[in-house]
């Protein structure tokens, strides 16, 4: 994600996506499934768009425009995806109708040729990965699944609709992580190469690494003058407090209305390129440990500290470490996700109620290379573990155990142990440069494998799409 969305839709399916992150491997440590490398940007606070006016919509003429391997691709799926990007963005709004209709047949022509790739690879995503995905979204977006759903329904798309995209976004990241993330490694010499590089002034596109943190304040959908001048001296006031020397983690904590707020907002030092433009701008001439903002958003207004800035290969700034550790359970066709989910409520309540031990359960049940610590994943640093973990493990407080959590590799029960302040050390550091060389090879080799992906597809075109 690189900017705020102002639509719901978009925003959901943009955090679908970001949850696609390869594997990776812990700095120093033994594989484990759920780290990987910081690919993807620090979590948006999201707006939900006010709901239409009502006004029915007018549905195309209902033909077929193309066959994917014999699947038809209707005029009514075109001209849905056209309408929802013209409402969505504004580029869109403003590019030629054929134009864009042609764009979009393309990319639904694309989607489905890997759609079908993943069915015949066997990748399914299961009704309770979904729901999980749906509060996320709401979470991100500060409302209920309740509202979420209302909204949802205000925007034009039915819930079975949404859920639908929700589904074939983690179908075709779950694709794409297997068919290209996965395969992707960056070997010592290449890291050492782009260090030197870098020092000697040779590599003029390294880009640049920042982390940032945040207070958050929120402003209500539709709010009045007032309540928008309310929030706007509320986020100075705490800009102050942070400026007069106070903590900005305890801070954000006690203020902040983000999810990130547990963990003293800290947002996770990545390339600038994965922050929105809007904190990157506000924050490009604040020194290290320096305040900016409040700046206001769609959704609100952000005080934002510069916890570490400079390019990929530099040693300096302070990252928000976590120590937690979990236990997996695996699903395959011995278990469900039902059913790994209800014997982790279990193990949760023995832990609660001390007729049983963390690290004992998770050393005799965890399906994980961590099983042998008792499930301990270390001190890991921002961005290290998939997005649907670490989402959970930022609004967790030290001895807290979370719900049962659905991911990519199965079901996770996550104990967040600590939280400590400490600079990057140098095997963290050229890890931080392994993934950003890594993440440079993904973007590369997915283009080409998209690529590949279509021109095995036997596709005809019939009609052209009209409104």
């Not at 691709?73 to 209709?101: F, K, S």
């Not at 999980?132 to 949802?152: F, K, S």
């Not at 705490?238 to 947002?267: N, T, V």
């Not at 001190?379 to 670490?390: A, C, K, L, M």
């Amino acid at each position: 994600m690189t900017h705020f969305r102002s639509s719901l839709t978009l925003a959901c399916l943009a955090l679908v996506a970001a949850s696609a992150g390869a594997q990776g491997v812990r700095p120093g440590g033994g594989i484990t499934d759920i780290m990987r490398s910081p690919r993807f940007a620090a979590p948006e606070t999201l707006r939900a768009p006010a709901p239409t006016s009502g006004v029915p919509v007018q549905r195309a003429a209902e033909f077929i425009v193309a066959l994917v391997n014999s699947e038809p691709i209707t005029n009514t799926e075109v001209m849905v995806r056209v309408d929802r990007l013209v409402r969505e963005n504004a580029e869109a709004e403003r590019m030629p109708r054929g134009e864009l209709t042609r764009l979009v047949l393309e990319r639904l022509i694309n989607e489905r040729a890997q759609l079908q790739l993943a069915k015949e690879n066997g990748i399914k995503v299961d009704d309770l990965t979904v729901d999980q995905a749906e509060e996320n979204v709401a979470r991100q977006n500060q409302i209920t699944v309740t509202e979420l759903r209302r909204r949802v329904i205000a925007e034009g798309l039915t819930q079975t609709e949404f859920r639908n995209d929700l589904r074939t976004q983690l179908l075709l990241t779950r694709l794409r992580e297997r068919e290209v993330e996965s395969r992707v490694k960056i070997s010592d010499v290449e890291v050492e190469q782009y260090i030197q590089d870098q020092r000697k002034g040779t590599n003029a596109a390294a880009p640049q690494q920042i982390n940032l943190a945040q207070v958050f304040i929120e402003v209500p959908e539709n709010a009045t003058n007032a309540q928008v001048a309310a929030a706007q001296q509320k986020a100075q006031g705490i800009a102050q407090r942070a400026r007069s020397g106070e903590d900005f983690a305890k801070l954000a904590r006690e203020l902040s209305d983000a999810s990130d707020r547990a963990a003293g907002g800290a947002l996770g030092l990545r390339s600038a390129d994965r922050y929105p433009p809007l904190f990157v701008d506000a924050t490009q001439s604040t020194p290290l440990n320096g305040i900016a903002g409040p700046v206001r958003s769609p959704a609100g207004f952000h005080v934002l500290k510069v916890l570490a800035k400079g390019d990929a290969g530099a040693t300096d700034g302070v990252v928000t470490q976590t120590q937690a550790r979990h236990i997996l359970l695996r699903v395959d066709d011995q278990r469900t996700t039902a059913q790994a989910i209800a014997q982790l409520a279990e193990y949760k309540r023995r832990i609660e109620s001390g007729t049983a031990d963390f690290a004992s359960l998770a050393r005799d049940n965890s399906q994980d290379a961590s099983a042998k610590a008792g499930g301990d994943l270390g001190w890991t640093r921002p961005g290290q573990f998939v997005p649907e973990f670490e989402e959970v493990l930022n609004r967790m407080s030290p001895g807290q155990i979370s719900d049962p959590v659905v991911s990519r590799f199965g079901v996770h029960l996550i104990q967040l142990v600590g939280r400590r302040e400490a600079k990057l050390t140098q095997v963290e550091q050229r890890e931080a440069t392994r993934a950003v060389l890594r993440e440079k090879r993904i973007a590369e080799n997915l283009e080409t494998w998209m690529q590949e992906v279509r021109a095995r597809a036997y596709v005809e075109y019939r009609d052209a799409p009209q409104t």
